[in-house]
């Protein structure tokens, strides 16, 4: 096989470990049209396990793949998924050894886990930060000084505890600490732009009514109302957007109106600039800083909060394009000093973290940072009873 | 007879065609849509591409008269969240699971409950009818998700008896079976124990115990034939759901039900899903309600259809 570039790209590589860079079988995904990988009859397999069956909504049963380049080291002959949607009822099953391994996000169940000696805790980086972000065709948030208050008022270590039960890292960055530039972790040589912000303005409330000055209008922050749009109408949104409704309001003196939406709505509305403050997360898709820069450039339409800056757009038209590390890393860098200290065009949150148990019996997981979860390929049970 | 099904059924059908059109355009009406996280990224041309394959760039009442022609030819269309996937597959997949959980539950609860009514209504205020009315008024008040939480952290967790969720052999299918015919247990027997009273102060009773009948021929010619249409009453609702199986108690046991994937539709704005599965639980509930009628008069002969009314 032979892939020729338009140009160059020096992220290339990353790129191809990408869901979407992932191989196909042309005859058979032309026969199969639609129904590709709706089922195990129609998904094929070129790694170390494949899929034998799928009860949908139920469980997913894998086999070791004899076909697999590297089949000798695969020691599993079979790994099941159980697809549980109660979080009380997976615990429950890992509590007596139901399942081997869990996600737990409680903080009921992660106390429990936590004291047993049969098991291990595994809390790991995901390449993903949750965010808050401002439509800039409204009128309050068409000043940088008000849109930099909104990113100081939460005290983030404070809500990664309470929101996330500890399970995240407060953000004041927008890039990962897991990210890479070539070779070089960029959150070791980048410090976080926010932080810097904070050590300037230490009362995001001065900020607040200076934009409002500057706006020309009544600096009283207790006669503004805010619509915050959430993409969810589950206790769990309801949760997190009264965190952020008391946050913002004791912070800054602003009253913060919660409206909760279904997912599909919220897109459908983000899309269409039809709110005011907003929140989500976003998770990159390859290893390069760029899956985290390239959604803010202009028309890109990811995200659409109404802003558009020429500069920015060159930096990362730079770095898409340059073949010298050195000289992507200072793009990124000043790139995300505009996004973040300059504009404040978003305001992220907490770098998230995976968070599970698994019995000591199980060894060798991984979980690589962009894949579909847990790798299998080395894992193997040893003492298991 | 024949006559009276046959006028029930061109009901059914127009019953079924309003409930189709308000649900269609309810539907519709709502805000959000199901491409709007698939299609998100994608350049304009391709979107409307995408929107055109199912026809979700016509207007609604286009839509609705493209829906009804294929309804006509039995195809309930493809999942629009999960593409490949035909509404039918999910049907044939699913509902079988939520039906084998829900026969169970309700043969269990309609013979248990039928048989505690009985004895509580011969054993009136002694210590079987205060014993039976504590269990089904803790049947009752006793939501069906409290129960499932405690059998399975009772039954499963402490003492490993049954698997605590999932879906395979029989023994998954214990906890949430005694789960979801715990409340209609207690019903019926509430039901059976009152009209079980009614019959036995009847005068054609006290004829039977006359003329010399064993106990057994008088409760089940003379007091079961009589005092159980109150229970067949409720008996339609129960059928329907049984293949809409319970949301709740499905979500616990993680069983591959029918009910997660009418709310994950919803959710989902999944046009075809949804319409499917309520054409699927209307057309159910309809025919159990026919089903129910017919079994009135095998029953109570009181209420067969003579010729000469139906003319």
Redesign the interface.
């Known amino acids: 096989m032979e892939i020729t570039l338009e140009g160059p790209c020096a992220y290339f590589e990353k790129l191809l470990a990408f869901k979407t860079m992932y191989p196909q079988r042309k005859d058979l995904v032309e026969e199969w049209g639609d129904k590709a990988g709706s089922e195990a009859e129609y998904t094929i397999s070129c790694g170390p396990f494949k899929l034998e069956k799928w009860t949908h909504k139920s469980e997913l049963v894998l086999v070791k793949n004899e076909n697999y380049w590297d089949a000798d080291k695969v020691k599993l002959d079979k790994v099941t998924y159980k697809i549980v949607e109660d979080p009380n009822t997976a615990s429950n099953m890992l509590s007596n050894g139901q399942l081997d391994i869990c996600a737990v996000s409680k903080p009921e169940w992660l106390e429990k886990f936590k004291q047993r000696d049969d098991m291990t805790y595994v809390s790991e980086f995901e390449p993903s930060v949750a965010y808050q972000f401002f439509n800039q065709e409204v009128e309050l948030f068409s000043n940088a000084n008000i849109r930099k208050a909104f990113a100081l008022a939460v005290d983030k270590e404070e809500l990664v505890d309470v929101l996330y039960y500890g399970i995240g890292e407060p953000a004041y960055g927008w890039i990962p600490p897991v990210m890479k530039v070539g070779d070089k972790t960029y959150r070791d040589v980048v410090e976080e732009p926010l932080k810097k912000l904070q050590e300037e303005n230490p009362d995001p409330k001065e900020l607040l009514i200076k934009g409002l000055e500057e706006l020309g209008m009544d600096p009283d922050p207790s006669k503004i109302t805010i619509n915050m749009l959430e993409g969810g109408t589950d206790p769990e949104t309801r949760r997190f957007a009264e965190y952020y409704q008391q946050a913002y309001e004791t912070a800054l003196g602003v009253n913060i109106k919660a409206e909760y939406v279904d997912w599909p709505v919220f897109l459908d509305r983000v899309q269409n600039m039809d709110y005011e403050l907003a929140g989500m997360g976003w998770m990159g898709d390859y290893d390069d800083p760029m899956t985290f820069m390239d959604m803010w450039m202009t028309g890109s339409e990811m995200s659409n909060t109404g802003w558009s800056n020429k500069e920015y757009d060159e930096l990362i038209k730079k770095a898409q394009e340059s073949l010298d590390e050195e000289e992507r890393l200072e793009c990124f860098k000043r790139a995300e000093e505009i996004l973040l200290y300059e504009d404040a065009v978003i305001a992220p949150v907490i770098y998230r973290k995976s968070s599970r148990f698994q019995y000591n019996y199980v060894k060798d997981t991984m979980k690589p940072l962009f894949g579909s979860g847990i790798e299998f390929k080395y894992a193997y049970t040893q003492d298991r009873k | 007879m024949l006559k009276y099904i046959l006028k029930r059924v061109l009901y059914m059908v127009l019953t079924l065609w309003i409930v189709i059109t308000i649900t269609f355009f309810l539907i519709h009406a709502i805000?959000?849509?199901?491409l709007?996280?698939l299609a998100?990224?994608l350049p304009p041309q391709v979107r409307a591409n995408y929107y055109a394959k199912y026809g979700l760039d016509k207007s609604v009442p286009q839509q609705y008269v493209m829906f009804l022609k294929n309804l006509f030819h039995g195809d309930l269309g493809?999942s629009l969240k999960?593409?490949?996937?035909s509404v039918t597959d999910?049907i044939s997949?699913?509902a079988p699971i939520s039906a084998r959980l829900g026969i169970q539950a309700i043969l269990i609860g309609v013979i248990v409950g039928i048989v505690l009514g009985i004895i509580a209504g011969f054993k009136r205020n002694r210590w079987p009818d205060h014993l039976v009315m504590f269990v089904a008024i803790l049947g009752v008040c006793l939501p069906s998700f409290v129960l499932a939480?405690l059998l399975?952290?009772i039954l499963?967790?402490k003492i490993?008896l049954f698997?605590?969720?999932?879906?395979g052999t029989g023994k998954y299918t214990v906890l949430p079976t005694i789960a979801l015919c715990f409340g209609s247990i207690a019903t019926y027997a509430r039901y059976m124990r009152s009209s079980v009273l009614d019959v036995i102060n009847q005068d054609y009773i006290l004829t039977a115990k006359a003329k010399g009948i064993s106990n057994f021929s008088l409760i089940w010619k003379h007091v079961i034939r009589n005092a159980i249409i109150p229970a067949i009453t409720i008996l339609p609702p129960q059928i329907a759901g049984i293949f809409g199986g319970s949301f709740v108690i499905e979500?616990?046991?993680?069983?591959?039900g029918l009910g997660?994937?009418l709310v994950d539709a919803v959710?989902?704005?999944d046009y075809t899903v949804i319409m499917g599965l309520t054409i699927f639980y209307c057309a159910l509930y309809i025919i159990s309600l026919l089903v129910v009628d017919i079994l009135y008069g095998v029953v109570d002969p009181r209420v067969r259809v003579s010729e000469d009314t139906t003319e």
């Open positions: 805000p959000g849509n199901p709007a996280s998100r990224n493809e999960f593409p490949g996937r999910i997949e699913h939480a399975q952290y499963s967790v490993e698997p605590t969720a999932g879906w979500s616990i046991f993680a069983i591959p997660s994937n959710n989902n704005r």
